[in-house]
Every structure is written in structure tokens, then in C-alpha cells.
């Protein structure tokens, strides 16, 4: 099957910065991910292995580098983080679970990094990220008037956050925020490792 | 006016001169000084003309709270309109100008409409000038004659970032009782953003001395105390704009807006020192007290050498201690009031020891201008019955006058804030009676005037405001805001009639005392209307010098208490904001499918519904819009066209009372229905009217899938969770929207087209009209649909987003023999309308319920409940009050009528054209109208169309095309 970035039509005429600007974007969609809910998806995800964080609007982490978000009481987003991605479409292919539902997660994602890139998120987003003491703070809110998922994640000296959007809001939202990060400097930056017309079977 | 000798805490460099310009004419100033006060440090007293009359007109306030400081500059090769001279640093090389002047500010030609005055007053235009034929002459006239700068219209475009920030605490002005709010809040553990409009922190409590340093000591040592406080901080040159929900203030600084978000507001923004209203007492020269207080105590200007001061508190006599400090000789004190308190009496004393005269029950009756058009004397008289003058009066030669006879709470964000506001009598202003959470005030916006008792209000206040941001109950303390003034600071009544006029109460819009008896007599006697005919508090200043004296005016001409007239409503924003800091980028948000890239290449013509952005036709060379739309409709009938149609909303239902939520939720029934098939929903709110209509597909016996409106998707799924919570149901909601495409392939030879991609069984007896099956399409596991919105066969194609330019690119290469080809919302619309399908929020309204619209056939009113079935009952029992109908014009090629249009029955309105289309297929041109049931039920009625021209229409049943439905369900391609 084909998949293709909803901001794929934005790469087709991109003109891409270096790496080391002061604030960067970078599309993840690509990314292989499920969403699901129900009353049964805590002990489901559970017993497939996964690391469930127990607040909800949290996160975690586990050692290969999958994201589980809980996105309410029992609403979650399931995400292959980097190239380790065969437990994430393993359990998305199981998805038929009594009092398991499927929740279909077509995002739009990208990353947002930089040293400058907390300047960009007050900007254009009313969440003080900054003053949020959470350690794995999952943040839903509204950028540039579209409504997002946000994880915030240490990487090394500075924070880089996730960013998740309806699809059809994705190209609006990522045109608007490249256009500010240019002005500071920075801008989008490619992935060569993943492209975004990549096809895949 | 002249520079004074260096002043310990001056805000001025006097190492940095600038050089500048006025009126062409070269000038100097320092570091530090704004235009206005190094206008002044040159002895430039006439600084603008007035709004109407073109008055001569001098500094005011000194605060940027009056409209005769704006100046057009040209600075670094920008022309800069309507700047604040009050509070715009002075730079180097700016070339200023005076506004709204003919021929220059000393020779302005226009000064001659204030000889024609009389025949000018409020409202002459509403009485002049109504003749529709002459209005654009007139309107162009006065536009021409009217306005400030003037606009460089190939000024560069430039984008102002706005910022957002965030504090538990922020403190709106920074006098005293701003700053111990602060202090109190942070030493409290609250984080503390602390803001004022000018240059520096400290208020009155630095420029108000009254002869005296104590208090400006104390100002200093609070000053030091917030610079080093590592939870406070300070943003100077900064003013609140705005204050919208939940504690969200827009911050005006001189670059950008920022949009704070705190956790608690403490509003300790003072008060406006108010004019007093007698005969000419706009000349320049004539100026609020505390503007030529902050004249004196930051730019060290001296505003004038000889001056009188008009007062009714003991604000004035403070202020005539402090022109004798800086070497100003004071004519005298008048005091309005019979009997001044005691604060004003010990102050009297110590002027009268440096032999200042004093006069109590006087007014000023008149100003009078010299050569150069400033105040040269006054005529000071006993102030007797009805505000008038007594015949006898004595002149004083002054070149200044300064006013203090009262003040006017800055209460404009509070009330924006939600809070309610009383008259107290014991200050003679407004104060707070009731606050909203987290929102609390302090200082003189309260009615505290002291110093001291400022300090203390702002301690308790801030304390209060930490309290509440940490959730904790505030400390007990003995004292609440006192007013811890002797007497009371606002005169009930500064205004003196005088039989010339001329008698300014709104300085922006030459609003006289006269104007004002005319408008109540006219009618015009409460607040708002009152404000709408005079204008009063609608210029730049927006009432912060004119509103009180209105309402005292309105009050007496009703011969009732200022409390009881009411007050004019504060809307945001509070003060003049910079266009250039709204004109930031505009995010609103627009939605597109991810097939715009392919639309635009097919050639869309775009049009936006709602957030998204959808091809209303695909646009073909050499041929006309309407000869587009006809061609997509023909492939529609003849062939094959594929639409895009994923902005439909679309969402999942999940769970064991899944079927049962359905049930409650649209007026069909839905636990009946079998897993693969779909049925029609009609969604009611509780009056029984329609609110969304769409196709609700059953997956499996515990999952739906279902469609709603382009527009009404996000609303809709708010509103379904809502009820899942409310109702307790094992359900689990997904929206679905965006995350699915999808695509309607419709015509007869649609089956053909989709047979080449699939894996599923197309054939009629597998799959029939309005069923539903799951498979592969290219590759992609999709949800196949049969529904026939545009009455033919045809598939709704659902597939995961991120593979649907695969689909639709594989669809058109499958189809591309049948000549396949895309069509956009509009044919859909002649396409639907042919059908007879109803599109709800088109041809319905907020009114419409399923019996006017035809759709009884959509609700089963035999089920126990769903929404709006009560209401149904019992208009199923009244008379109908419209009808949906078709109809067909007798003579299809007339003027096409629009939607809206006007239904006649005889001469009177019987209803409106709800969609109206020419129909390429049946060659008539056909429509829906909601009509009264009398129209309903006879043949024929009129419409009204453009230009007033009348054309017979013939109601039509439906639907117009294809009545058996036989289109819908082919079983084989023809």
C-alpha cells in the first residue's frame, strides 16, 4: 500500500534549511501509529507489552523507543518513534478486541526543535509548555487555531516537541509555522532517511 | 514654557540632545523626552487643531488620554500616521507634523468652520444632508474635511508577530498601589508581571508631590524593591488593551501584542483626571493638573510662568505647591466648593503663607486667547444657582490654567472583566461592588486616593491575588481598601453654562454643553443613544475626559443621580491600539482534503464551505463556467464522474449500546438495521428542527460508521459526546473526519470503473442499493458505500488519508476509457436538486422541522425516544406553517431566480426560493421553495427576482428526475 504525507504537496516545491538553525520542523507522518479506546484498551495495551502511563494527558516511553499517549481515561495514540516498528503495526493489525476500539490516526506530525523554538510556540500557541512541571506532559490544545496533540521531550540541552494534527489542518498548520521559523532563521528541514512519498508494502 | 534646571529623578538624558522638526520648523529635545514634552521644552503651546472647529488646541493630559496630541511623522524614510505625542520617545531626525490642518498648524484655513459652528452642531448632517442623491457629495465632503493623518499608501507591508505569555499575577499599572500589589503578591510566592502604559513605573507617586519628597521617597524605595525582586516582571511603556475570557489581557507594548493568559489580574490602573467645562476652556495652555505635574516632575518642563488653578480637592492645591517649587508663579486657587475639606485646608494655608490667593464658591467663567490664540486671562466670578456665574468677576492675567476638579476611575477593563460597578457616594465616583474570581483592584479605580492607604490596599490586594492563584484562603487582615482621603476628591458638577458655548465637554469631537441639552431634548436621553447622536466618547480618546461630564450632564437634564443614568458600555479594546500591531498574520485556520494538489493540477476553481477548501468546478479551456458545470454534469448522467466529498464528517460508534445511542440521537431507526447496510439519518435538536441529516453505515452488530454535514462535523461530534456522558451508554466515540477520504464515483458506468480495482463483489445481488461492504480499492482497504445523493448508481469510496491521491489516481486511470471526470460542488448541487434532495441549512432553516420538509418518511415515531420527538407530537397536531416544495418555471429560459428570492401569492410574500438550478438534464429550470401551505397546496405562484420582475412558477412533485429511483439501481451498465 501507498502512503503519502498530508503535507506531501508541500515537499513537492520545499526549499529545505540545514540542520542547526535556530528552530527547525521536520514532518514525521510517516511515522506507524494506532490510536484506540475503550474500557478494555488499558489491560490490552498492557498485555501486548507496552508501557502505559497512568495519568491521564502522560506519557511514556519504552526502551525500543515507542510512545504510548493517554489521551483521556481510556483514549490512547501508539507510536513507533524511530525505525522499530514491528510491535506498533503488529498491535494495529490485532485491533479487534471486545471493548477495544479502533481510533484511525492519519496525522499530520511532524517534530519542532531548535534552541529557538519555545519563541515559536509563544508565538502561535496559547499553553505555557514552559512553566508545565510534568515530566511526560501529553498537551492538547490549539496552534495557530487548529487543534493539536503535543509531546514536549528532552533532547539533550534543548526540548523538541511532537506535534500531531488532523490531516486536513496539517498543510495550513505546517505552511504557518515553517513561515514564522524562517523568520527566526530556521525553517524545515529534510529527511532523507524518510522520505515523504515513500512508498511502502 | 522652558526647560528647568536638572531634577533629581528627571526622565530625561541631557547628554543626549536630538534635533527634530516641527511644522518644518527645527527644534530640540533630549533623550527621554517624548515629542509632547520637548513641544513643550520649546515653547511650542498650540500642537494640533481640533477635530470639527479646527480650534488652536495645546497639551492636555500629558498622558496619551486625549486626542490633541497626535502627530503624522516621518522618521527613517517611513511616514508614520496618528502617533501618540504623549508617549512617543523622541529620535533623532523625526519630522513632525500637526494633523488634520490646511495649509499648516499656524495657518490652518479651516479655522473658519469655527466661526460657522453655530451652524454645525451635533447632528446637522442626520438633518442636512439625507437626500440620497446628494449623499455621496456630501459624504465625500465631509471626509475630505474630517480625519487625522493622513495614510502612506506605499508604506511597506510589515507582519507583527504577537507573542503569548503567562504569570499568576498580573498587575495592571504600577503607581503606588501597583506596585505594592506586586511586591505583596510576589513576596507571596506568586509569579508577578507588573505593567504601565508609560516610561517608567511609580505613578502619581513620583510626579504628584504636593511641595513635598516623602512620598516620592517612598514611590523610589518600592520601585528599587520590584526592580530587585526576582518573581516580578516589570514591562513599562506598556498598556492593557483588552480583557476577554478567563483572565486572557491583551498587553500593548511599542513593538507587538501580547496576549497574556494570568492565573489572577490585579486592575490598579488609577484614574483620569477630568476636565472642568467652562467658555474656551480648550485654549492651549489650559491643561489637566497632573499633566503639568508630569511635565514639571519627568521632563523638568515648566508648562507655563504664571498660572491659576481651578480645583474642587486637594489634588489642586498640591499641584499649586508644586508650580511654586519649580518657580511657577500661581495667580490664585479657585476652589469650586463652598467649603473645602481639611487635607485642602491645610494645604490652602501653606499657599496662602507664600501669598497664593484662594477663592472658594468660584468658577472660571471664561478663558480668553492672545495674539497667538493661548490663554491670556480668565474671568473668574461667584459660582451661583444652576451652575451660572454671578454678574461680577475678576481677570487674571495667566498664560496657564490647570485644572483639578476630579478624577474618572480607569474601570473599562473591570467592567470587561465582568465586574459590577456602584456609585460611592463618599468619593463621588465609581467603585467595584462585586469582582468575578481571580479578578481584584486597587487604589484610586476603587477610590482610594491616599498614599498611604494606596500602599495598603495594594499589600492586602496582592496578597489576595496569591492567595487565589495558590488556592489558598488570603491571610486575615483588619483593614479593607479605605478610602483614606479627608474629602472627597470629584466635584459632583465642574461645568459652567455660558451663553457664547464653546464650553468643551469632549475635547476629541468638539462636543459643546449646548450639544448635549439639544440631543435630550431631541430624545435622545439615555446613555447610549445619547453617545451614538453626540459622538460623545467615540474618538481617539474614547471618552476617558468626556464620559463622567456626559453623565452628570444626562443625569441633571433628567433630573436624576449620576448612579442611576447608567454608563456606556466598555468594549474592548480600552485604548487605540496600532493597526500595524493587529495586522499580524491572520490565522484562520482553512481545512483542505489531502487531494488539493490534484484538484488544482484537474484545474479547480475553489471555493470555501465552512473551513474547507473544495473545488466548486474544475475549469475547462474556452469554456464557460456554467458550460463547465453542465459538462460534469452530463458524465454524471451519461457516464462516470468522481467528486471529492471527504469533508463530509464522518465518525465511528462503538460499543454494546452503540445502536441504542443511534437510536436516541436521529428520528430513523438504526438497531433494525442489518451490519452491511446503510440508512438514511435525519438529526433534530429538542424543538423537532432539523439540524444535520447524513448515512449511517452498520459495520458489525456493536460499530457504526457515519456521515454528517461538511459543517456541522466538529459541532456535531461535541455534541454526541456530550450526550454519550449524559446518557451513561457503553459507547466509544471516534471522530473520523479528517483521518478519512473519500470520494463518490457515480453513473452508469461506475460499476465498471470500480469492478477493474476491487476485491469486492460488485454485482447487484451482492451488493445492493444503500449497502455497505469493506475491502480493497488499489491496494487500500476501503468502505464502499452505495448511496445515491446525485441519483445515479454510484459508490462512496472511504479510504485511510494518507492513501487516498493512490485511490483517486487509480480511479481515474481505471475509468479513464469511460472518459471518466471529476466534478465539483456545484454540479453535485444541479445533480441533488434534480434528484429533489435536500441539502439541510439550505433549504431548511433554523425553523424548519421534517413535516414542512417532506421528510416524514425519516422519522419513526413509533420508537420510545429520540431527540425532538416530544416536539414533533405536538406540531404533528398544529397546522403547518411552510411546506418544501418543487417547483418548475412555465418559461425556462427567463432571468434565473436566486435563492432568497421572494415567493408571491397575489401581492402578498408566501415564502423564498431555498436552491434554484438550470437543469441540463431535463432542459427546465427547477427548484425548492419553502411556501405557506396555501401556496402549497394550489399549482402555481410567483417569484420575485432581481430588478423586481415577476416569473410563473408551476409546483412540481418530486423528484424532478428519475422518480422510481431505477437510476440508482442499475443492475448492469447500460
Known sequence: ?201 | MKRLPPLSGEWIDRKQPIAFTFEGQPFSGFAGDTISSALAANGQRIIGRSFKYHRPRGLLSVANHDSNAIMQVQHHGRTLPNVRADVTPLADGMRVTAVNTRGGLAKDSLHLLDRLSAFLPVGFYYKAFHSKRFFPRWERLFRNLAGLSELDLHSSRRRTPKAYAFTDVLVVGAGPSGLAAALSAADNGAQVMLVDENAGPGGSGLYARGGQDADARQTLQLMERVRQHPRIQVLCNTYAAGYYADHWVALITPTEMVKVRAASVVFAQGAFEQPAVFHNNDLPGILLASGAQRLLSRYAVAPCQRVLVLTANPQGYAAALDALEHGIEVAGIVDLRTAPGPASTQLAERLQARGVPVSTSAIIENARAGVDGCVRSVVVKTRGQDDVATAAGQTHEVDGVWMSVGFAPAHSLLLQAGARLQMESSVGQYVPSMLPAGIFSCGKVTGVYGFTSRLTDGTRVGEQAAAYVQRRAPKPRSTAGTPGMMEMPNHPYPIVAHAKGKNFIDFDEDLQLKDFANAVQEGFDSIELLKRYTTVGMGPSQGKHSNLNALRILAKLRSEAVGRVGAPTARPMFHPVPLSHLAGRSFSPERATQLAGAHEALGAVWMLAGQWKRPEYYAVAGLSRAAAIEQEVRAVREGAGLIDVGTLGKIEIHGPDAAEFLDRVYAGRYGTLTAGMTRYGLMLDESGVIIDDGVIARLADESFYFTTTTGNSASIYRELGRLATQWNLKVGLVNATGHYAAFNLAGPLSRRILARLTTVDLAQSSFPFLGLREGLVAGVPARLMRVGFVGELGYEIHVPVHSALHVWEALFAAGAAEAIRPFGVEAQRVLRLEKGHLIVGQDTDGLTDPLQAGCEWAIKMDKPFFIGQRSLRILQKMPKRQHLVGFRLTAPGTDLPQEGHLVLAGTEMAGRVTSVTRSPTLQAVIGLAMVTPAVATGTGFRIRIDGGREVDAIITPLPFYDAAGARQKLAEAP
Open chain 1, 1 to 201: 500500500m501507498t502512503r503519502r504525507s498530508p503535507l506531501a504537496d508541500w515537499h513537492l516545491q520545499a526549499s529545505y534549511c540545514c540542520a542547526g538553525v535556530p528552530v527547525w520542523l521536520q514532518d514525521c507522518s510517516w511515522r506507524q501509529r494506532f490510536g484506540c479506546k475503550g474500557p478494555e484498551a488499558t489491560p490490552w495495551l498492557e498485555a501486548l507489552g507496552f508501557t502505559v502511563p497512568q495519568p491521564a494527558n502522560s506519557c511514556a516511553f519504552d526502551a525500543n523507543d515507542i510512545l504510548v499517549a493517554r489521551l483521556g481515561t481510556t483514549e490512547f495514540l501508539v507510536e513507533a518513534m524511530s525505525a522499530t516498528t514491528q510491535s506498533v503495526i503488529a498491535a494495529r493489525e490485532r485491533l479487534s478486541v471486545p471493548g477495544v476500539y479502533p481510533v484511525i490516526r492519519q496525522d499530520a506530525a511532524f517534530i519542532l526543535g531548535g534552541p529557538r523554538a519555545t519563541d515559536l510556540l509563544l508565538e502561535t500557541c496559547s499553553y505555557p509548555f514552559a512553566s508545565d512541571a510534568r515530566s511526560t506532559p501529553v498537551v492538547m490544545t490549539s496552534m495557530v487555531g487548529a487543534g493539536v496533540t503535543v509531546v514536549p521531550r528532552r533532547a539533550g540541552e534543548t526540548t523538541e516537541f511532537n506535534v500531531w494534527c488532523d490531516p486536513s489542518f496539517g498543510l495550513y498548520l505546517w505552511s504557518t509555522l515553517v513561515e514564522i521559523a524562517q523568520e527566526m532563521g530556521g525553517g524545515a528541514i529534510a529527511d532523507g532517511q524518510q522520505s515523504t512519498l515513500r512508498g511502502e508494502s
